[in-house]
Structure formats: structure tokens, C-alpha cells
């Protein structure tokens, strides 16, 4: 269970780490099932159609020993925590998502963020297209990771807060141009964890892949979980910011 200190983070920051939720055995089969993956079967999953390139671990998308870092672990139980209980649809999927080091100096590290499920026509979705498609980021990274630019899930603390104000401002039909430039609060923090932490974030969250720049492979799984009305609340999300969120009424 979630204190109300935790919920309070997860409402003003727009994250919250949790400690130790998945136990190490299976840590430990997710990522060796990732680098065989990486290893044996290489990239796939492109989808030429929809303009999406080739990605590594495409097959493991759906399998048991990636969606168990969250079925089988109190990785759920938390999620209702915040979306209530009875709410949180299981995952259909959830992403191995290794990111690979760059060959690049420290000076030439610039975060760019966004917000998902904007379409660019260069990736998967054409441009124009938008749409709010989850509730929670749930991210768990298979190996430690407590460095600065090592590949980090990386977010804007507290930028849910100015995305919502704005498109109450504007209108969210300004994402039909793609993400609108906007000043945030706090910068970039590449969020440090060790193997199976959990981060739950906003998906309002404004956030990216972190530059890699260690020796390193970032081995992280990146699931979305969605509340089951996200589809009947649609767009109102966009400046709607808590409506699926009741777990975390009692501290607004
Ligand atoms: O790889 C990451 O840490 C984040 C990638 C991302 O933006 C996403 O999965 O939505
Ligand atoms: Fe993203």
C-alpha cells in the first residue's frame, strides 16, 4: 500500500519511485530472455506501412516473463493504489527496451522530451494524429542504474501540472501541430534506480529516452497501464489531470 506521502509525490512530481518490487529470480529471467533476444534474434517488429523501424525484443512484447514483472508482483496492486482498485486493465503488452550506448561527449547531451502518442509521420502515427491511449508509465529496469546519461528514463518533475494548464488554456487540438514548446518548472532528471525498482509516472509526464553515454546497455521494460474508462474519458484527460486517478484523491 501506498502511503500518503508517496500519493502526495506522485501528485506534485508526477512520479514516485518504489523500492524493491520485483524480486531478483525474475529480474533476472526478464533480462536473460532480453539478451538472448538481443543476441539470437535480433531487431523486427517493423511495421512499414505506419513508418515504425525495426526494434530489438519485438517477440517479447507479450511474453509471460516480461508481463509477470508486473501480473505476478505487487506491481499491480500499486498501480490500482493510484488508479483505484478494480480500475487497471492487465497489460496487453510491455516493452523490453534496451537503449544502446552513443558514441558522445558529454557536452553534446541535449534532452528533448515529449509526450506519447503524438504523431510525427516518422513514427507510427501520422502527423496530425493525436491521442491519450494510457494512465501510468510503469518502469523497471533489469540492472541497476545510478548514473547520470546512462540511457535513464528521463522526466520533468512537476510537468504534468504546466501541460494540463496549458491545453485548459488553449485547447488540446494545438497537439494536432505536435507538442507545443513549453517552460516547465524543473529540468530534465534522469531517474536512478536499481533492478526492480518501480517508477510510476503520469502520462501526462513530459519525458524521453536519456542519451547513453556510459559503456553500459540502459536495460529497462517499459509497461503503460490504463484505466478502464481511458477510452470513454478520451481527450477530457488531456486537462481532466486526476479523473483516473482516484486513489490519489484523498491527498489533492
Ligand atoms: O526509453 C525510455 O526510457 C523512454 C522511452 C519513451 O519515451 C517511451 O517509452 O515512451
Ligand atoms: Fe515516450
Redo the contacts with the bound molecule.
Sequence with gaps: MLTKAQKRHFVEEGYLKIPNVVPKLMIDNALRAVNHSIGFVGLGGEDMENNRSAFFCAELLTAPVILDLYHKTPAFELAEDILGVGNVLPLARA?P?P?FPDLLSGEDVVHRG?L?GIGSGTNGMPKGYYHRGFSL?A?VYLADLQDDNA????LWPKSHHTIAEHFAQVGHEVLANGMPKLEYPEGPMMVKANAGDLILAHSMIF????VNTSPNV?Q?V?ARFKHKDNDAIGKDGYTDLWREYPGVHDVL
Design positions: 516493452k527496451y537503449r515529449h506519447d508509465f518502469v540511457g535513464n528514463f528521463t519525458h524521453t529516452g536519456g540502459r529497462a517499459i
